[in-house]
């Protein structure tokens, strides 16, 4: 039986076995989730804050190289401006990173399966809040691309401050 085969038959065992009760939905969503652990899989919120991670330091440090290495192989390749662009990224990012957070509501995903190849994509939101001002920070990135492998990686990069970003309504301008 595949990886799968056997989470799946572990969730349908642990779902038969619950109740109503919320204490017992939540022991039993912990135990599908260390399931899910235990064979490798991730959920969409850890990888968002992986890439997210990467991003921070990369900010913190300036470091092009870094956030270029989370970028897919056919954005790199695609842009031609993007050595401006991290240019205009330092001069725009200012002051040291305090502190950060995420929008909980905001991390989502969509997809697409066609003729059994498939692609998905995440988008995460932040916010970043600087010793000088604050900033907003999503991201879409594609998870799995059967289609083209060259797509996997992040696809685009949206940073806003404070002056452009109504920070109650998660909205950028």
Known sequence: MTKKGIAALLL???LSFSSCSTETNEKVGDLINAAFKAFGYKTEREISHEIFDVLLIGLHKRDEDLIRSVYSKNVLEETDNLEESFSELWDFFQGDILSYDDFPGLIESDGCYDHGNKWIDLEG???INTSV???FITFKTRKIDTFD???EGLRSLY???DETWDGEEGVYH
């Open 149 to 151: 492998s060259g797509n």
């Open 12 to 14: 349908v065992v642990l």
């Open 133 to 135: 001002r604050s900033y």
């Open 125 to 127: 939101c932040y916010t």
């Open 159 to 161: 940073i806003v401050n």
